[in-house]
């Protein structure tokens, strides 16, 4: 095995990586949020789309075909806007640029949404380039539906309700649409190192 | 509604897992039966949790009573049932809730149907019942899982009479002496102990989600109207 | 399983807001059209703000979001809200 350098964390980095965001306190547990009643589909019923604007399919896998893509290991923090921080959480999952890799387009902006009608919106630019990822296992298990699965987006360096529980899909689109949340007044961006939890923050 | 400051003047065990909190609340405004409060604990470091909790006093007692159970993963059912003693202080507000509530004016029959903690809105209702003399006749189903479930056992045998009726149905007594009703309150043992629909009653239903959807649903299939059904959720293990 | 509580447990925090008696109010679903008290809505409280559902479709009929000083309703989910005043017993 190589030698371990204390300290290096390597290129793609979380921004502030190891660290607690302002306002935020450390967590053991893993706390259940939920808007709704948990989802239950059964894996064949399963799939993760990509759509556009008008939500026609520009991509589609099932349960099988997503598993089949290409996975990475992640080990990122997690902050929750209602105060919560875990550090070093591991996650396994397929990184949105392989999901949106052969996608060409204008837009600037997408929509993830759920089972249950869960939606949140994203710069396009947020989950590309290592920063998102959907990810079906969390600490070396699958991910259990009470906390997303079978898969959740997660996108770690914005606050944990834009790491979308239950997803299925990607609407790519023109003009920002604020989500769920973000549309009765949490923030629209969420950036928890700027404490961007509400609007007007 | 604003916070309000309670104090314990006295705790009562009133099985192994519930306890009755006899609280001095100096503003309160008064309540209705079956209305409930918020209760918010907070810690030194400023963190709070709040959950809600029935009255189990009727209108016009000496101190507002809350009785909880203690759920084991729970934040604020352990320290009410287990921390919380004589002279300490928590916030609650209240009274919340004009649905469901029963009124002593009101003559017309009253099924109350309460699953393990459900019973606290129940009770609080049937002691109304008694306060004002009422002459409607009121039947109380209480299911628990075993007697030693059963919160307020003695008080409810001491309430029944001509106007109230209690009913007691334990779900896994495995006791061989016990000559009461076994099993869960469903369609058929409502039809056999609960009001016919032709008398109209109001009918309350209170206790864990599962327990109260499937008592609503059964009232409803052996013919009661919904409109007349009341209906508390505490949510998957009671609150 | 459902974890819901119902709109009973969301009483106190939206009494807050309104100043008439939340429980006993009649909303009418926006989506499926469906009437009840709000009393009998499901309720999600531990969410990141509070959501009552539609007990017959499960859409979001009321969405609360608290901060300080500040909350935010949406309302969208529900159509029309009927709203009763507290006499005694009906």
């Known amino acids: 095995m190589a030698v371990v350098s204390r300290g290096f964390q390597g290129r793609r980095r979380q921004p502030g990586a190891g660290l607690v965001p302002p306002g935020q306190y450390l967590e053991d547990d893993f706390p259940v949020l939920s808007a709704g009643p948990t989802p239950h589909v059964a894996l064949d019923d399963w799939d993760l789309t990509v759509v556009d604007e008008s939500g026609a399919s520009l991509a589609r896998w099932d349960w099988g075909e997503f598993r089949a893509l290409p996975a990475e290991d992640v080990t990122v923090d997690i902050h929750c806007v209602t105060k919560w921080s875990k550090l070093g959480t591991r996650w396994q999952g397929v990184s949105v640029d392989t999901i949106l890799g052969e996608i060409d387009t204008a837009a600037e902006f997408v929509v993830a949404f759920s089972d249950g009608g869960y939606t949140t919106n994203l710069p396009l630019a947020d989950v590309l380039d290592g920063q998102a990822w959907v990810a079906y296992r969390f600490e070396g298990e699958d991910l259990e539906s009470e906390h997303g699965g079978p898969a959740r987006l997660l996108v770690p360096h914005l606050y944990f309700w834009k790491s979308a529980k239950w997803v299925r899909g990607l609407r790519l689109v023109e003009e920002d649409e604020p989500g769920f949340w973000e549309s009765v007044g949490y923030h629209n961006y969420g950036d928890p190192w700027r404490e961007q939890r509400y609007w007007g923050d | 509604m604003r916070w309000l400051v309670a104090t314990v003047a006295e705790t009562v065990p009133e099985t192994v897992r519930a306890v009755t909190l006899r609280l001095d609340v100096p503003d309160w405004p008064g309540h209705r039966a079956g209305q409930h409060v918020d209760v918010r604990l907070t810690a030194e470091d400023g963190y709070s949790a709040q959950r809600s909790y029935s009255v189990a006093s009727p209108p016009g007692s000496e101190r507002l009573e809350l009785t909880v159970e203690r759920i084991d993963e729970g934040e604020v059912s352990p320290y009410l049932t287990t921390v919380a003693d004589l002279g300490d202080q928590f916030e609650l507000r209240g009274p919340i809730g004009g649905w469901f509530v029963w009124d002593g004016a009101n003559t017309a029959p009253v099924l109350l149907v309460g699953g393990g903690s459900g019973v606290v809105p129940l009770r609080a209702i049937l002691r109304h019942h008694e306060a004002v003399g009422s002459t409607a006749a009121m039947h109380l189903v209480y299911s628990a899982r075993t007697l030693g479930d059963v919160i307020y056992r003695q008080e409810l045998e001491a309430l029944a009479g001509p106007r109230r009726a209690v009913t007691l149905t334990l779900t896994r007594e495995s006791a061989p002496d016990w000559a009461g009703h076994r099993g869960r309150v469903a369609a058929g043992f409502l039809s056999e102990v609960g009001w016919p629909p032709s008398v109209q009653p109001h009918c309350y239903v209170c206790g864990p989600t599962a327990f109260v959807e499937a008592v609503a649903e059964a009232l409803v299939g052996l013919g009661h109207e919904p409109g007349r059904i009341r209906t508390e959720r505490f949510g998957p293990t009671g609150g | ?90």
């Open chain 3, 1 to 90: 399983m459902d974890t819901s509580l119902d709109g009973n447990a969301a009483a106190g925090a939206l009494g807050d807001l309104f100043a008439f008696d939340v429980t006993t109010a009649v909303s009418t679903c926006a989506t499926c059209r469906d009437a009840r008290r709000i009393a009998e809505l499901y309720a999600y409280l531990d969410a990141p703000g509070m959501v009552l559902r539609c007990a017959s479709c499960g859409a979001a009929q009321l969405r609360l979001v608290r901060s300080g000083d500040r909350a935010w309703l949406d309302l969208r989910g529900i159509q029309v809200l009927e709203i009763h005043s507290t006499t005694t017993a009906e």
